[in-house]
């Protein structure tokens, strides 16, 4: 005789549940892996770089920069925090945009100089890209679905963790020594490392 193939009504809407979560944790950890598996160019080159291939593993404060803006001082502290922590694991990623008042107007090979030679910055920086709108790169449109929070001016900083995940966000306003962003990094860096 075979066996019932009736689901009780309990199990029916349990068996649903679990699926309905384990599909959602799925998504989860694909949305994580896929947030830096994008490309883009270094500063003034020609060559795209993968980021999640350069920089598994790593905690990242990703950037959006521009040459002419109040807060451009912030390229030192910037670099500052670069090397404070690169041997830990930990990089800031920096791309300049255009969007916020025209206040990056340079071609990469000038903003490259105007780094450089000002700020003395050697952490990575990347191609000119859109951060906002419809025309925003795909990396700063995954930032923003992560967090529910566009960049509202240059400056603006994500703090993604090890395993490609956002931990927070910070204002153009949170300078790079705020002790509410270093320790979210030193946080970041010692959860990493207990893994």
């Known amino acids: 005789m075979p066996l019932p193939t009736v689901i009780p009504r309990r199990l029916r809407g349990l068996s649903l549940l ?14 994580a892996a896929d947030l830096l598996d994008l490309e ?35 390229y030192e502290g910037l670099e500052a925090l670069q090397k404070r922590y690169a041997g830990r694991g930990f990089a800031v990623l920096g791309f300049p945009s255009n969007d916020f008042k025209g206040q990056e107007p340079g071609d990469e090979k000038q903003i490259q100089d105007f780094c450089t030679l000002t700020y003395g910055v050697k952490f990575p920086m990347f191609e000119k890209v859109h951060v906002v709108g419809a025309e925003a790169t795909p990396l700063y449109q995954r930032l923003t679905a992560a967090t529910g929070v566009a960049p509202g001016w240059n400056f603006h900083k994500y703090l993604v963790g090890r395993d490609g995940k956002v931990i927070a966000q910070f204002a153009s306003k949170v300078t790079p020594d705020d002790p509410q962003l270093t320790a979210a990094i030193d946080k970041a860096l010692a959860a990493a490392a207990t893994h």
């Open 18 to 31: 679990t699926l309905l979560v384990a599909g959602l944790t799925g998504s989860a950890h694909v949305l």
């Open 40 to 74: 883009y160019r270094p500063l003034a080159s020609k060559q795209q770089v993968n980021l999640q291939q350069r920089y598994h593993g790593q905690v990242l404060l990703v950037v959006n920069t521009a040459s002419k803006c109040g807060y451009t001082p912030q």
